[in-house]
């Protein structure tokens, strides 16, 4: 598609259980970024790659987190253990390269819920 | 640290009034500045960016200008429409240029 892919747009999960959550970056973009939106908030920055590895994964909140981006293109976010506390919009972002000057694009989220 | 406070919402005005969303940042570093937009059920869209001082980024009748002397970056629009009406977040690079910081967002709900 011409634009961020994210799926599922929405999942539901019970506590204790491990998500994954998959990006399709644009084609071309080598810079991949995850942000987490909880309501009410602007979005809060978990881990940018360049190509396949993870530039700066500062904003991961603790180990329960992993992203990987094997082949440079495809991302999947993985959360072990969910909590409550992890209900939020998981936003994929893109761009075509690392350059501050590039446009960030975001896909529309997905929205995870934990029960 | 690098942040971005941003006026409070949510705003209602009516259609055609004078839009002015208030946006500092912290003068930490040389950041990039934005203004993304999310309407209803779609994503977070860039609308405008300055990637330095006195810069002006404009589109679909926005504008904000990068003001270093008061760290702030306030977006503007003459005449708003009812089609306007979304969610407005400020934001800024970071030291390392790679991620954003994002505000906490100001709704906008203009009136026909």
């Known amino acids: 598609g011409a634009g961020v892919s994210q799926t599922p747009s929405n999942k539901v999960t019970e506590k204790g259980k491990y998500v994954e959550l998959r990006c399709d970056p644009i084609?071309?973009?080598?810079?991949l970024y995850w942000y987490r939106q909880s309501l009410g908030q602007g979005p809060e920055f978990l881990i940018y790659?360049?190509?396949?590895?993870?530039?700066?994964d500062s904003g991961l909140p603790n180990d329960r987190f992993f992203a990987v981006r094997p082949e440079g293109s495809v991302s999947t976010l993985k959360i072990q253990r969910t909590e409550r506390g992890d209900s939020a919009v998981y936003l994929c972002?893109?761009?075509?390269?690392?350059?501050?000057?590039?446009?960030?694009?975001f896909g529309e989220g997905s929205w995870l819920t934990v029960v | 640290g690098n942040s971005v406070t941003q006026m409070e919402g949510p705003v209602t005005l009516s259609e055609e009034a004078f839009l002015t969303i208030n946006c500092t940042y912290t003068?930490?570093?040389?950041?990039?500045l934005f203004w993304y937009v999310q309407y209803p059920g779609e994503g977070l869209q860039l609308l405008l960016k300055?990637?330095?001082?006195?810069d002006k980024g404009s589109n679909k009748g926005f504008e904000a200008t990068y003001r270093k002397e008061t760290t702030s970056f306030h977006l503007e629009k003459g005449s708003v429409q009812v089609s306007d009406s979304a969610v407005y977040f400020c934001?800024?690079?970071?030291?390392?240029?790679?991620?954003?910081?994002f505000g906490s967002g100001t709704q906008l709900t203009v009136l026909p």
């Open positions: 972002a893109s761009s075509l390269t690392n350059s501050p000057g590039n446009t960030i694009y």
């Open positions: 084609s071309g973009h080598t810079a």
């Open positions: 790659f360049q190509g396949t590895g993870a530039a700066d």
């Open positions: 003068a930490t570093g040389y950041p990039s």
């Open positions: 300055a990637t330095k001082a006195d």
């Open positions: 934001a800024r690079t970071s030291g390392s240029a790679r991620q954003l910081t």
